[in-house]
């Protein structure tokens, strides 16, 4: 029998709140819980998760689906596996059925960790990285990046630089997510520019056609090799919280672990 989320009342969430679900799939190992995650997936779902060549990312598509459905129970009277989801032409999912709440969601995941950011009401976008994975970055930065920002990280120090490489990797993808849009949208025609102590400010090229007075960002360190960026369509200046919350779905979670005001 599948386990039962806890019983408790829903959760509320304030249209000023972010909250992010944290989970690190390769930490859960027990057979009746990957069971169980397995029963809650759609036949799409299931479809998905077989043709993966290598384990560990079956592993990881299955903890972190498994922990959108577990996490979107907790803020409406929906079981895990009632959850249908419907993809726009780029493939970012939506909750389908008009009586249900307002929440919106994003899933991101890599090597370690899986992060579901949750809001009321408005477009969300998350990601989280491996910074240790092996690869191009800089390189990377410099073929796609705007070009102020290639100029920013050229002026780190060489030590410096893949730190800053993921900062704005982090931050481009949760835009690109939050506007549902792919990449679809150079990634030179938007710049992030950071500084110490405050906020992350985006522009835009004309061509992009947004207003940057329209979008916060917010910078989550996971652990010591998982940087993270949250992107809330919220205007600059209006209060934004985010909620960190550390679980393993159906089985119960950790302390919060911390709380970021912008």
């Known amino acids: 029998m599948m386990p039962s989320p806890p019983s408790e009342p829903p959760l509320s969430l304030r249209p000023d709140e972010v909250h992010l ?116 970055t800089v390189e990377l930065a410099d073929s796609f990046f705007a070009p102020s920002e290639v100029a920013a990280l050229h002026a780190l120090p060489v030590e410096r630089q893949r730190e800053r490489f993921f900062d704005y990797w982090t931050l481009k993808e949760s835009y690109i997510k939050a506007r549902g849009a792919g990449l679809s949208l150079p990634l030179d025609q938007f710049a992030f520019h950071l500084e110490a102590g405050k906020p992350p400010r985006i522009s835009f090229d004309p061509r992009l056609k947004d207003d940057p007075e329209t979008w916060q960002f917010v910078q989550v360190r996971l652990s010591a090799e998982h940087p993270a960026a949250v992107a809330v369509r919220r205007a600059r200046g209006l209060p934004l919280t985010v909620r960190c919350q550390r679980t393993v779905p159906l089985a119960g979670d950790g302390p919060p672990w911390f709380v970021l005001v912008s």
């Open 21 to 136: 679900w944290v989970v690190e799939p390769e930490r859960i190992s027990d057979p009746g819980l990957l069971s169980a995650y397995h029963a809650m997936l759609s036949t799409e779902e299931q479809d998905r998760h077989s043709r993966f060549r290598f384990e560990k990312h079956r592993l990881q598509f299955l903890v972190s689906h498994a922990l959108v459905r577990v996490t979107l129970s907790r803020y409406a009277p929906v079981r895990p596996q009632a959850w249908r989801f419907a993809t726009n032409a780029y493939g970012r999912p939506e909750i389908v059925g008009e009586a249900l709440p307002r929440i919106r969601f994003n899933l991101s995941h890599t090597d370690g960790m899986a992060v579901c950011a949750v809001v009321l009401d408005t477009d969300v976008g998350a990601d989280v990285e491996n910074s240790a994975r092996p690869g191009q």
